[in-house]
């Protein structure tokens, strides 16, 4: 007779997940290390995300180490994961970019489908990537391009569905730190020099999300995804993981080395970067977001709040402003040890800010400590 599986309760997931996205302890890793192991920052807005979420998990990061990835072309900003903007490495965009083409095939169905009826699609992305490997282009320039030889068609439309078949990068100065720009695309062949991978495999994005987010369902795989079809997936892979239960009976999978740590291990307070992948990529959030607080973090028009972690759970959320200033907004009472922490925390964000011209707002704020920045509890209603 098999034995059962091992049950892992909500404190314990969360301490693994924790620790998988170093939030428990800080790493030294390089920037591309992580931002490779994480399988992207998520970067719907510019530029904050990607620059807070290295610095709650790296040592030493300065915002010029991510802006320089950029620039030098190994690192980029692209449609993936839910069909959001993320922030991966070259390599991984090369990769994981056809791997996600169905959830952008899914998006341009949902959204656009009705406006795109009859339209040849295949001519629409040779038009596209002609247009967009000539010049960047914003989307608006490109969707005006495209109307010229499509009158009867919304350039708005015509520009998404470029942006879903074709693997559009976003080019600096979109992106950098205090600097900002519009968001203007080329596609990533032409950016990065090489062909997209031919026959990535998606056993391997699976081993990889479970690197960085497991234990996990095989719906929590593809809410992190977007994919669908990924349980045959899994179960392919089952014989080289290991299986638990979660506390509703679920199967859990997981790599074998991953972390597990016990779940009375210690977590220090972190300020977690607005739209972060630790909130975003379980169907089940509450390892580390209670449900009697995802509405304030989590907003009806899809924004996802910077939040504070105490002692591995989200207790309240933070913003850093284009004044430099950074506001921290506790759910409920603070002890005074977390409290002290929280503000450490964001005293070390102002810091970090002050590197190179700040970085609140879109990007065009300035100064940072050296400019009076300062930390300010406010209650939230």
């Known amino acids: 007779m098999t034995a059962p599986e091992p049950v892992l309760g909500r404190r314990a997931l969360g301490r693994a997940l924790l620790a998988r996205q170093h939030l428990l302890a800080r790493t030294d890793l390089t920037a591309t290390a992580t931002i490779h192991h994480l399988g992207g920052l998520q970067a719907q807005a510019a530029p904050q995300p990607p620059y807070l979420g290295l610095l709650a998990r790296l040592d030493g990061f300065t915002p010029e180490r991510l802006s320089t990835l950029i620039e030098q072309r190994a690192a980029v900003r692209i449609a993936l994961q839910r069909g959001t903007i993320h922030l991966v490495t070259a390599e991984d965009c090369l990769t994981l970019r056809p791997l996600l083409q169905p959830v952008l095939d899914q998006a341009l169905r949902t959204t656009y489908g009705k406006r795109l009826t009859g339209l040849d699609l295949d001519a629409l992305a040779a038009e596209a990537r002609e247009l967009v490997e000539e010049q960047p282009r914003t989307f608006q320039q490109l969707g005006v391009l495209l109307a010229a030889t499509r009158p009867d068609r ?30 203007a695309h080329t596609t990533a062949e032409s950016w990065l020099g090489r062909p997209l991978d031919p026959a990535p495999a998606v056993e391997d994005l699976v081993l990889r999300y479970l690197a960085a987010f497991g234990p996990a369902t095989a719906a929590d795989l593809k809410k992190w995804s977007g994919l669908g079809g990924l349980a045959p997936v899994v179960r392919r892979l089952a014989p080289r993981l290991l299986t638990f239960r979660d506390e509703q009976g679920r199967v859990l999978y997981d790599l074998p080395q991953a972390p597990r740590p016990e779940e009375d291990t210690p977590a220090p307070v972190r300020l977690v970067a607005p739209f972060d992948n630790l909130l975003l990529s379980h169907a089940d959030r509450t390892r580390v977001l209670p449900e009697e607080y995802r509405a ?29 200033e950074v506001v921290l907004r506790p759910f409920a009472a603070l002890r005074r040890a977390d409290r002290q922490a929280a503000e450490a925390e964001a005293e070390r964000v102002l810091a970090f800010a002050a590197e190179r011209g700040g970085g609140g707002g879109h990007g065009d704020g300035g100064g940072g400590r050296n400019g009076g920045g300062t930390v300010r509890f406010e209650a939230v209603e």
């Open 154 to 183: 919304d350039p708005a439309a015509l520009a998404q569905a470029a942006r879903c078949l074709l693997p559009l990068v976003q080019v600096p100065p979109r992106g950098l730190w205090g600097r900002g720009g519009p968001a």
């Open 296 to 324: 304030r973090v989590m907003t009806q028009n899809g924004i996802v709040l910077g939040t504070l972690l105490v002692d591995g759970l989200v207790a309240g959320s933070w913003q850093l402003t284009a004044e430099q």
